[in-house]
């Protein structure tokens, strides 16, 4: 039922998936970012290696510590020494639950990761391990939540006997355990205070961190071990549990682990963003990585501006990005075809000069400049050249002399080599996310190029007979014009899209 309700949103998913880069990761690539063992003291002392962007010191560069609280953590481990048949099923689920998502969180460094990459399919798309940790969180908290329920009411003979043997040990578990970390932490501050200021103060922020989880389990011991001892009747230890549990949590999430500079300050330029508003035609913008500290490359998305690398995302479709990594030449035809009018860069940024002129200064970190040979968003050429398949497409664009201001390359439809007709009116009259109109009248037969991303589940009409969209230019998208004036009409309604409606409506 699950599924079918979700299908909707799941098939256009893999969909697009399997168009991604992601569908082709390597396993070292599937594995960044995987929990280090030792970071596994977070879900003890979150503080312990340091917080924000100036403190935290750990070697990897995860932040990942599924922290819960101390209290839950324990309540956690009660559910499962305390369990009885009411809900010994739930706790089982929830502690395989656990170790299933601790395992997946250690990633590279659990063969079980391995394993999953290679025979699960989907699985080899996943990247960033560490983020199970948030699964774990989410089986500890009901874990918790049942040990928490079990100390409401009466437990059975058994369990209240080993509870209260538990209770029993704890203080003297507590005190040896206070010792013996109270004793390495002053030998390692005393021993560290002569040392470099950033060493002692990751000593020192260490030191806190060990502290206040000492301070925490000793309340969480007493408020258990009142319990134990019937001091404290079930509703009165619920609401001092949810205290603690909510001034521990609270405490730790107090503040934001931010630097000191506004995040937001390169998503507003405000005279720039007018200077390219103020152009009414269909064109875009690149962003050039050099400049992202004063322009975000999200930017683009807030101004309602077209960029060319689209939002900053890791799943960019695979053809796009393979065509965007091969300019590394901005004179080239294959980058004017995209339709990038204006190039936003540092002031000294260097550009070949016979084609980029800079035509905005006035921002004090970053420059426009004006491509003068981009291509209009859609064009109509004469000529083509039509090629057995994908590869052949990517040759075939990297010939040297090719133009895609008059030759277009595709893969399907049929040759053109008639000499060039006139293109007597092209206007895109409608451009929306999931429909684009075009007025187009050219004296001869020709293909209707647009440097639109080729994607499946775009359908043409031309006044208003359904056409082919043809792969053109490796990456995009062309139909077939004979000549006259016509009503060009696409609009994405993919098959995936329509059964996944089908299957959640069923």
């Not at 009165?236 to 609270?250: Q, R, T, V, Y």
């Not at 075809?337 to 004090?364: E, H, M, R, S």
């Amino acid at each position: 039922l699950g599924l079918g309700l979700a299908a909707l949103s799941l098939l256009p998913a893999y969909e697009m998936s399997q168009l991604t880069r992601r569908a082709q990761i390597s396993y070292s690539e599937a594995s960044q970012y995987s929990l280090a063992p030792a970071e596994l003291v977070g879900l003890l002392i979150p503080g312990v290696l340091g917080r924000g962007v100036e403190d935290y010191w750990a070697p990897w560069p995860r932040v990942e510590v599924g922290y819960i609280g101390v209290l839950p953590l324990i309540l956690a481990l009660l559910a499962i020494l305390l369990w009885h048949d009411r809900l010994s099923d739930l706790t089982r689920f929830f502690a395989g639950l656990a170790v299933l998502a601790l395992i997946l969180a250690l990633g590279s460094y659990a063969i079980l990761h391995g394993w999953l990459y290679r025979w699960v399919p989907g699985f080899d798309q996943v990247r960033a391990p560490a983020r199970f940790i948030y699964l774990l969180d989410f089986a500890l908290a009901a874990l918790a939540a049942l040990g928490l329920d079990l100390l409401l009411h009466p437990l059975p003979r058994m369990a209240r006997r080993t509870f209260r043997g538990l209770m029993r040990a704890a203080p003297w578990a507590f005190l040896l355990l206070a010792a013996t970390t109270g004793s390495i932490a002053y030998a390692t501050l005393l021993l560290g205070q002569d040392r470099d200021p950033i060493v002692f103060r990751r000593i020192a922020t260490a030191i806190n961190g060990l502290a206040l989880f000492l301070l925490l389990l000793g309340a969480s011991l007493a408020l258990l071990m009142a319990r134990s001892y019937g001091r404290l009747r079930g509703r009165a230890f619920g609401l001092l549990a949810l205290g603690l549990i909510g001034l521990d949590l609270f405490s730790l999430g107090a503040y934001v682990d931010l630097g000191h500079e506004d995040p937001t300050a390169n998503f507003h330029r405000p005279e720039a963003i007018a200077f390219l508003k103020g152009d009414p035609s269909f064109y875009r913008v690149e962003v050039r990585p050099e400049s992202w500290g004063a322009w975000s490359p999200n930017a683009s998305l807030l101004h309602g501006l077209h960029d060319v690398g689209g939002i900053y995302n890791p799943l960019i479709l695979a053809d796009y990005q393979r065509y965007w990594e091969s300019l590394t030449d901005r004179s080239t035809p294959l980058y004017d075809f995209l339709n990038a009018k204006y190039v936003i860069g540092p002031k000294d940024f260097a550009l070949p000069w016979d084609k980029f002129i800079p035509v905005f200064d006035d921002d004090p970190q970053v420059n426009i400049y004006l491509n003068q040979r981009a291509l209009p968003r859609a064009l109509v050429v004469y000529r083509s050249v039509v090629v057995p398949d994908h590869e052949a497409a990517w040759a075939a664009i990297h010939q040297p002399g090719f133009d895609p201001a008059t030759t277009v390359v595709l893969e399907g439809g049929k040759p053109l080599l008639g000499p060039p007709g006139q293109t007597t009116r092209l206007d895109i009259t409608r451009y929306d996310l999931n429909e684009i109109r075009l007025r187009v009248a050219t004296t001869a037969e020709g293909y209707l190029v647009l440097s639109e991303v080729y994607y499946p589940g775009w359908r043409a009409y031309l006044d208003g007979r359904e056409v082919e969209v043809l792969r053109a230019n490796y990456a995009f998208r062309a139909l077939h014009l004979p000549p006259g004036d016509h009503q060009v009409r696409l609009v994405f309604d993919p098959l995936s899209w329509r059964v996944g409606l089908a299957l959640s409506l069923a």
